[in-house]
Nanobody
Framework: QVSLVEIGGGLVEPGGSLRLSCTAS????????MSWYRRTPGKSRALIVN??????????FFVPSVKDRFTISSDNHANTVYLQMNNLRPEDTAEYFC?????WGQGTQVTVSS
């Protein structure tokens, strides 16, 4: 059975940091592309990061609103990709999802508030 699971969301103050993880089961994430999306109430999921391959040599695209604040790393042994989010802003508040091979994780809520 193939699946993706995100964890790591929570409540953080503006300027704080969180690290989300996306762990794949049933397939090798390092040989596939993957993306991070986020969704705010009443809106569709919006792409924020695209990784052409979670393995070595992958090319990463960040949308301008998160570029220079968010970074990507991976642990191929754990079949996991991490989204490190720094200098978080209230407008980053959303439910965050990872996607690979057409699969979606269940999402994890990030709330940025003082």
């Amino acid at each position: 059975q193939v699946s993706l699971v995100e964890i790591g969301g929570g409540l953080v103050e503006p300027g704080g940091s969180l690290r989300l993880s996306c762990t794949a089961s049933g397939f090798n994430l390092s040989t596939n592309g993957m993306s991070w999306y986020r969704r705010t109430p009443g809106k569709s999921r919006a792409l924020i990061v695209n990784l052409s391959s979670a393995g070595a040599g992958g090319v990463t695209f960040f949308v301008p609103s998160v570029k220079d604040r968010f970074t990507i790393s991976s642990d191929n042994h754990a079949n996991t990709v991490y989204l490190q989010m720094n200098n978080l802003r209230p407008e980053d508040t959303a439910e965050y999802f990872c996607n690979s091979r057409g699969l979606w994780g269940q999402g994890t809520q990030v709330t940025v508030s003082s």
